[in-house]
C-alpha cells in the first residue's frame, strides 16, 4: 500500500514545522542548502 502526501497533509506537517521547531527548520536550511556550482576562471 502506497502512502500518499497529500497537499492538506503537506500543509499541516510545514505549518507545524514552522510553529512548532523553527529552529530546526533554519539549521536543516542552512546545512542542507549548497549554493550552486559556478565556473571560476583561473587568476
Known amino acids: 500500500m ?3 502526501l497529500t497537499t492538506a ?3 499541516r506537517i ?3 514545522m ?3 521547531h523553527a529552529d530546526a ?3 536543516y536550511a542552512k ?3 549548497q549554493p ?3 565556473h571560476r ?3
Open 2 to 4: 502506497a502512502d500518499i
Open 14 to 16: 510545514c505549518t507545524h
Open 18 to 20: 514552522n510553529d512548532d
Open 31 to 33: 546545512n542542507l542548502w
Open 25 to 27: 527548520v533554519l539549521l
Open 36 to 38: 550552486p556550482y559556478r
Open 9 to 11: 497533509v503537506s500543509d
Open 41 to 43: 576562471r583561473p587568476p
